[in-house]
C-alpha cells in the first residue's frame, strides 16, 4: 500500500511541475523526473517503462515531422510570405485578419493535425502581427485554441483520435455523421467566444498594402513539403495506417532537398529544433503505464461500466466532461491514453467513447498544458521572444471552453 501511495505521490508531483513549470524549467524535466523515479525506486519494472517509451514511437515520428517542416518553412521565408498576403487580405482590419487567421487554422488542424497548427501556423501568425503592427497575443491565441476546437473534425485531426481509437477508428462517413454538428457547434462558438474576449486589443486599423516579398526556390519547397505530407496524411489514415513514418519521412525529405539544394549543413537546422517535447511525451507515457500497473485503469473500467448501467446518456455526458477537466490537470495525451485502455476495459459503448474523444480533444482549451499542441504553441511563442503565463491563458480559457464543451457533447448526444 505505501509503494502504491509513492507511486500516485511521484505521478502527481511529475504532472504538477509539467503544469507549474517551477523554476521555470522545460516541462520534459519534470516528466522525464517522474518516470526515473518510478523505475529507480523499482515501483514500476524497468520492462514495462521500456515497452511504455515504445507506444509513443508513431508520435515521436509524426512531432519529428513536423518540426523539421516548420523549421524548413521558418528558415526559408515561408511563414513571411504568408505574413504578407494574410495582412494585405485584410486589408487594415484587425478583426478581419483575426477571422482569416482562424479560417487558416480550421483548415491546417483539420487536414495536418493540431499539432501542425501549434507548429507551423504559430510563427506565420506572429510573423504576421509584426508585419500588421497589431498586438500579437490575440492572433497567437487562435493557433492555440482552434488546435484544440477544431482538432475532431477528422480522425487525423488530432493525434490523440488514433490514440484513443486505435485500431478501432471509424470509417470517414461515420466519423462524420457522429461528429460533423460537434464540431462545427466547437469551431463556431469558439471563435465567437475567443473574438469576444479580445474585442478591444482588436479594435482600430493596422498595416495594409505591404510589398509581398519573393517566395524562394527553398521556400517553395518547404510549402510543396506542408501540401504533400496534407496529401499524404488524408490518404493513410483512410487505410487505417500510423502517421508516424510517412511524416517523418516527408519532413525528412523535404530537409533533405532545401540542404542540398543550398548546399548547406544539417546541424544549423537541427540545433534549431526543440526536441524536449520529445522526452515530454516518453516520460507522459510512462506515468500512464505506472496507472496501469497499478490498477488504476481497471479501477476506473469498473466505475464506467456501473456507470453506464444506470444510464447511458449521463454516463457519456460525465464521462465527457470529466476527461475534458481532467486533461488540464495531466495533459490531453495520458489522458487520451487512459480514456483508451478504460473504455476497452469496460468494453464502453460507441456513444461514451466519442464523448470521451471530444472532452480529450476540446476540453484542454481550458489551460496552458491542457494538450501536446499547447505545449508546442508555447515553445514556439517562447522562440519568438513571447511568453503566456498559466493564469493569463486560464482567463480565456475558461470563457472559452466551459459554454463549448457540454454544448458539443450534448450535440453529440443528441445525433444518436
Known amino acids: 500500500m505505501n509503494s502504491l501511495f509513492l507511486s500516485w505521490g511521484i ?22 523526473a517522474g518516470a526515473g523515479l518510478l523505475v529507480s525506486l523499482h515501483l514500476l519494472p524497468v520492462d514495462l517503462a521500456i515497452q511504455a517509451i515504445g507506444k509513443g514511437r508513431d508520435v ?9 517542416l516548420s523549421e524548413v518553412a521558418r528558415r526559408e521565408g515561408l511563414f513571411d510570405w504568408v505574413a504578407v498576403l494574410a495582412v494585405n487580405h485584410a ?65 487525423i485531426s488530432n493525434p490523440a483520435n488514433l490514440v484513443l481509437y486505435g485500431n478501432r477508428t471509424p470509417a470517414l ?19 465567437a467566444l475567443l473574438r469576444w474576449t479580445q474585442r478591444e486589443a482588436l479594435s482600430g ?16 519547397v518547404g510549402l510543396a513539403g506542408i501540401a504533400v505530407t496534407a496529401a499524404v496524411l488524408l490518404t493513410v489514415s483512410a487505410f487505417d495506417i500510423p502517421l508516424g513514418w510517412p511524416t517523418a519521412m516527408l519532413g525528412a525529405l523535404t530537409a533533405m532537398v532545401v540542404l542540398i539544394q543550398e548546399r548547406k549543413s544539417p546541424l544549423p537546422m537541427i540545433r534549431e529544433i526543440s526536441w524536449s517535447v520529445l522526452p515530454l511525451v516518453a516520460g507522459l507515457f510512462v506515468l500512464v503505464e505506472m496507472l496501469d500497473h497499478t490498477g488504476g485503469i481497471a479501477a476506473l473500467a469498473t466505475l464506467l461500466q456501473r456507470a453506464a448501467q444506470h444510464g447511458e446518456l449521463a454516463t457519456a455526458a460525465s464521462a465527457g466532461g470529466v476527461i475534458g477537466i481532467a486533461s488540464n490537470l495531466m495533459n490531453n495525451l495520458p489522458a487520451g491514453l ?5 473504455v476497452i476495459q469496460a468494453h464502453g459503448s460507441r456513444l461514451v467513447t466519442d464523448a470521451l474523444l471530444i472532452g480529450v480533444d476540446l476540453g484542454p482549451n481550458l ?3 491542457g494538450s501536446l499542441a499547447t505545449i508546442l504553441w508555447l515553445n514556439a511563442l517562447r522562440r519568438e521572444g513571447e511568453d503566456v503565463s498559466f493564469m493569463t491563458f486560464l482567463k480565456v480559457g475558461a470563457l472559452v471552453t466551459l459554454p463549448t464543451l457540454p454544448l458539443a457533447l450534448l450535440a453529440r448526444i443528441l445525433a444518436g
Not at 507551423?120 to 493557433?143: D, H, N, S
Not at 457522429?178 to 462558438?189: C, D, W
Open 60 to 68: 515521436y515520428l509524426f512531432l519529428i515531422g513536423m518540426m523539421l
Open 367 to 369: 489551460s496552458i498544458t
Open 205 to 220: 486599423r493596422c498595416q495594409a498594402d505591404l510589398e509581398a516579398p519573393k517566395l524562394s526556390a527553398s521556400g517553395r
Open 338 to 342: 487512459i480514456a483508451s485502455s478504460t
Open 173 to 191: 462517413g461515420a466519423w462524420m455523421t457522429r461528429f460533423a454538428v460537434p464540431s462545427l457547434l466547437s469551431i463556431g462558438l469558439t471563435y
Open 91 to 155: 486589408k487594415g482590419s484587425p478583426r478581419k485578419l483575426f477571422l482569416l487567421v482562424y479560417l487558416v487554422g480550421v483548415v491546417i488542424t483539420a487536414f495536418l493535425s493540431n499539432d501542425a497548427t501549434a507548429v507551423v501556423l504559430t510563427p506565420a501568425v506572429f510573423a504576421a502581427a509584426k508585419k500588421a503592427k497589431t498586438p500579437p497575443l490575440p492572433l497567437l491565441f487562435i493557433c492555440a485554441f482552434v488546435a484544440n476546437a477544431a482538432s475532431f473534425v477528422l480522425p
Open 11 to 32: 505521478a502527481a508531483a511529475a504532472t504538477a511541475g509539467v503544469i507549474a513549470r517551477p523554476f521555470k524549467w522545460p516541462e520534459a524535466v519534470w516528466a522525464v
